[in-house]
Nanobody, 121 residues
């Protein structure tokens, strides 16, 4: 099976920084898009950032200029550098990956279990 495991969340003061990591493991023939979504209490899950296999990036307006997404294809790992954090960034952050487990398999979406980010003084 394929698993996505996030790490790097925690408690940080407003204006601080965090770096989230997500490592994909299991049978993976090819990795396509990877990204990060987040869900705050009482709100719907929303896109934070994505990065394609060609390293094209896309950011939600909420994190634009503060967040940076990157990936290490050799490790099947995606990162999210979060700077100038605000209380409204508080949420559970979920890793996303679109991949093929075999060359003949269809593209399939996978989700991590989430890592909690709390921005508070």
């Amino acid at each position: 099976q394929v698993q996505l495991v996030e790490s790097g969340g925690g408690l940080v003061q407003p204006g601080g920084s965090l770096r989230l990591s997500c490592a994909a493991s299991g049978t993976i023939f090819s990795m396509n898009t990877m990204g990060w979504y987040r869900q705050a209490p009482g709100k719907e899950r929303e896109l934070v950032a994505t990065t394609t296999s060609g390293d094209n990036t896309n950011y939600a307006d909420s994190g634009k200029g503060r967040f940076t997404i990157s990936r290490d294809n050799a490790k099947n790992t995606v990162y999210l550098q979060m700077n100038s954090l605000k209380p409204e960034d508080t949420a559970v952050y979920y890793c996303y990956a679109q991949l093929r487990v075999r060359a003949w398999s269809a593209l399939t979406n996978y989700w991590g279990q989430g890592t909690v980010v709390t921005v508070s003084s």
